[in-house]
């Protein structure tokens, strides 16, 4: 079994910041792409960032410039550095990770319980 649990989400003053951390455990053969997804009330939930095992990074273009993605191969860890915080960033992050089980078998998409960020005066 494959488990993905995310920390560091709260509240936060506009222009402030926060670092999320998300670790996968269990029965993991290897991880490719890792990232961050977040979704508001009422709206669709929506890539932030993501980042592939060789480095590559993509971002969402409502936090390009002031977040950044990155993770650690050997700790199965995926991290998103938040800076510039505006309210509209208000939401539940969810991280996921592509994961292939020491079972064998194809990638398959995993997802965290999510955190919650708000963003507020």
């Known amino acids: 079994q494959v488990q993905l649990v995310e920390s560091g989400g709260g509240l936060v003053q506009p222009g402030g910041s926060l670092r999320l951390s998300c670790v996968a455990s269990g029965s993991i053969s290897s991880i490719n792409r890792m990232g961050w997804s977040r979704q508001s009330p009422g709206k669709q939930r929506e890539l932030v960032a993501a980042i592939f095992s060789g480095g590559r990074a993509i971002y969402g273009d409502p936090v390009k410039g002031r977040f950044t993605i990155s993770r650690d191969n050997a700790k199965n860890t995926v991290y998103l550095q938040m800076n510039s915080l505006k309210p509209e960033d208000t939401a539940d992050y969810y991280c996921?990770?592509?994961?292939?089980?020491?079972?064998?078998?194809?990638?398959?998409?995993?997802w965290g319980q999510g955190t919650q960020v708000t963003v507020s005066s």
């Open positions: 996921h990770a592509d994961i292939r089980s020491s079972t064998g078998g194809p990638y398959y998409r995993y």
